[in-house]
Structures are given as C-alpha cells and as structure tokens.
C-alpha cells in the first residue's frame, strides 16, 4: 500500500498496487474529477507532484508535452511510491458528485444538417447543479452510455445538448428518427473537469470543433450574464458554413460584448468565404502566436484537441491553463475495454 496525498489538502488515501490512483480514491470516498475511466477524456487527469506511477497503458488522452510537465491521468495510474498530486480544482466541483436521475425529452430541432438540439426537463423539485462545461452521460438499456455535454448555463429546469448526427451514431439516429416524444431517459452527472476557471485573470481563448460549441456555449453563457471579467475569443472551426449553426446568436454576443471577440474557421468554405480557413488551431496561432500569459478552453474532435495541444504548449503556455474535452467516441469503442 501507498499512501496518496492531495497537495493543499488535509486527506489522503491509500492506494494498492492492483488498482488505480481513481479506483483507489472513490473507494475510499474521496471526490475525485473523472469521466470516462479509461484514458481517453482526461477528466482525470492531476499532475503529479511527487512519488512515482506506472501508467496500465500508455496513457492515450496525454500528449508528451503534458507528460513531460508531470501530468498522469488518475484512472490508468497505479502507485509505486507515496504520491503528492496537485489536483487543482475548486472546493465546488467536490461538491457536485455524480448521480443518476429520469429526465424527459422536452424538445429536438434540427441546428443544422447534421446536429440536432435536444432539451431535457430535469424531474420537478430536483435538483441539478453543474458547472458549465461539464457534461453527462445517458445510460442506455443495454448498459451502454453516451457523453454529451450541457450546452447552457445553469437553470435549475432544462439541459440543453447538441448532438452530431455522426454516420452509424447509434444514440444520435435513435434520438433523431425514433426517439418517442415525451421519452424519458436515465442520465448520470454531472462529469467531468472542463470549466472555466473563475478565479484566473488571465484573457481566454477558446476553441471549438463543430458540436465541441455546446461546452464553450455553456460558459459564455454562464460569463456574460454577470459580464464579462476578462477579455475571451472564441475560434469555432467547422466544415462549411452550413455547419456553423450558432453563429447568430454568436455575432449578436459579440455586438453586446466589447471583451468578446468571435472567429469562425471553415476548413472547407466557398469560394467567396473572406472570413478564416484551414485548422481551426492555426487559425488562433496566426493571431497568437505567443501563448504565454493566456489561458486556453477547447473541446471537439480528438485530433482537433490533440493538435492544439502540442501548438499550444510549443507556443509557450503553460500546461497548468490548458483545459479541454476531447470527444472520444462512446466508452465501449475504446481499446482498453474491447
Ligand atoms: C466528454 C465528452 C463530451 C461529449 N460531448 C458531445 C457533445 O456535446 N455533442 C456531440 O455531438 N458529441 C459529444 N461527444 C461525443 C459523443 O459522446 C460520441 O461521439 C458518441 O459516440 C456519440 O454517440 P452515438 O451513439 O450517436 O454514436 P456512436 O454509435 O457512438 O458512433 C459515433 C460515430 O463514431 C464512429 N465510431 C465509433 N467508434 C469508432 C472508433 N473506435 N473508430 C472510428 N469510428 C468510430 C461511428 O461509426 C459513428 O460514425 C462527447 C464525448 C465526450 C467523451
Ligand atoms: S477518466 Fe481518466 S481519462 Fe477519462
């Protein structure tokens, strides 16, 4: 046994050789940020301040440049020493602890040709609290789940989504084409560690690709009903036009919001498209090419998170103000459970 002790805390918890840092921690009840327990959304992940760790597998949602600054992800980590970890979080998320709760389905509209918005209607007196960014899963019958992460602020009645209608997605087809009206589904939340970080000073820069907008939405919301504290810029990189289905309510953010700028980045545009195009990360590296100094919020695809990662930290930020959700596709898909 090792004991694991959490930097700026007064609890610590033992950890067996056989299982992992998160295993370890919940067992023994401690409130620890995780997602999808197998290496691939990086809630979980800590950097790790003492002490020496074996990683199950190499760990896939970490870049060298994070495991180079002493990230590990807690729920592939197993201890070989005692271990300082600097969990980095605030004594709010602690205290939202995931739970399981029926939701019904209180309306679905198409946001554009391939994204359709769903709006949940939590049970009635029951409450809900999350931090904008995070996310839930869907439980389906089959014991299967799906992520899909709240697209509004807080409201203590509805979660808003937005779900991409991927090709062979079986959740977001289900939803679309046979979903009863009126169903009621069985979610799990709130998970996950993307959110914004109040207490930071520094000007934020977000990034989203294609439905990776619901978190950053989530957060612009919840940042411009009490104003903005800090200068933000959001680039949202999509295929086409077509595909920008916020972008109204974007521009008319802008126009309220002197500290908000928005940049949309299409990697595939018409020819007259006079606005950013290419990779959505070179788009905010052409107008940042330094990063020191800034603070960086970015979900959507894998490969779009894996790249702005390693950019990002070349262009000198620090590992410490990079937060993201990667969408991964659903648990089951993942190597290490097949
Ligand atoms: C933290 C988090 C938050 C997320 N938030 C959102 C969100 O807000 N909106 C959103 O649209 N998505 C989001 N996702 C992604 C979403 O959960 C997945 O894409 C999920 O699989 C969709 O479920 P589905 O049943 O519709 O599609 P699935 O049946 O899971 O299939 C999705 C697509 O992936 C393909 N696919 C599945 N597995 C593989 C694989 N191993 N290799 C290659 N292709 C594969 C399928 O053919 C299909 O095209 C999020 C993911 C995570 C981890
Ligand atoms: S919970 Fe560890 S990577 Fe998802």
Redesign the pocket.
């Given at each position: 046994m090792h004991q694991v002790y959490l930097a700026g805390r007064d609890n610590s918890f033992a950890a067996g050789a056989e299982e992992t840092v998160l295993e370890a921690g919940l067992r023994q009840h401690l409130t620890l940020p995780f997602?999808?327990k197998s290496g691939g959304?990086a809630s979980c992940r800590v950097r790790l301040l003492q002490g020496e760790v074996q990683h199950r597998l190499p760990p896939p949602a970490l870049s060298q440049a994070e495991l180079d600054a002493g990230y590990i992800l807690m729920c592939l980590a197993e201890a070989r020493s005692d271990l300082v970890l600097d969990l980095h979080q605030p004594a709010r998320l602690e205290r939202l602890r995931p739970r399981q709760l029926p939701v019904r389905a209180q309306a679905r509209m198409p946001l554009s040709h391939d994204v359709i918005g769903l709006t949940l209607k939590l049970p009635r007196g029951e409450r809900f609290d999350y931090m904008p960014g995070q996310?839930l899963d869907f439980l389906l019958e089959d014991g299967k789940r799906?992520?899909?992460?709240i697209a509004n602020a807080p409201n203590g009645e509805t979660l808003e989504?937005?779900?991409?209608i991927?090709?062979?997605?079986?959740?977001?087809?289900w939803v679309r084409d046979q979903m009863p009206e009126r169903a009621i589904l069985r979610i799990e939340g709130p998970l996950?560690a993307f959110y914004l970080r109040e207490d930071s000073p520094r000007p934020m820069l977000l990034m989203a690709g294609g439905?990776g907008m619901?978190p950053i939405k989530a957060m612009l919301e919840s940042q411009l009903a009490r104003g903005l504290q800090r200068p933000a810029h959001l680039f949202w990189g999509v295929r086409s036009r077509e595909d920008l289905y916020l972008d109204a309510q974007l521009q008319q953010w802008t126009q309220k919001h002197a500290g908000l700028r928005y940049t949309p980045v299409l990697s595939d545009p018409d020819a007259d498209w006079q606005g950013e195009r290419g990779f959505v990360h070179e788009a905010l590296l052409r107008a940042y090419p330094r990063l020191d100094g800034h603070e960086i919020y970015m979900s959507g695809p894998p490969v779009m998170v894996r790249s702005g990662k390693d950019a990002f930290i070349a262009a000198g930020l620090d590992a410490d103000h990079l937060f993201y959700?990667?969408?991964?596709?659903?648990f089951e898909?993942w190597p290490a459970n097949n």
């Open positions: 997602g999808c959304c996310y799906r992520s899909f992460s989504l937005h779900l991409r991927a090709p062979g997605g079986r959740f977001a087809h996950g439905t619901a959700d990667s969408f991964d596709y659903a898909t």
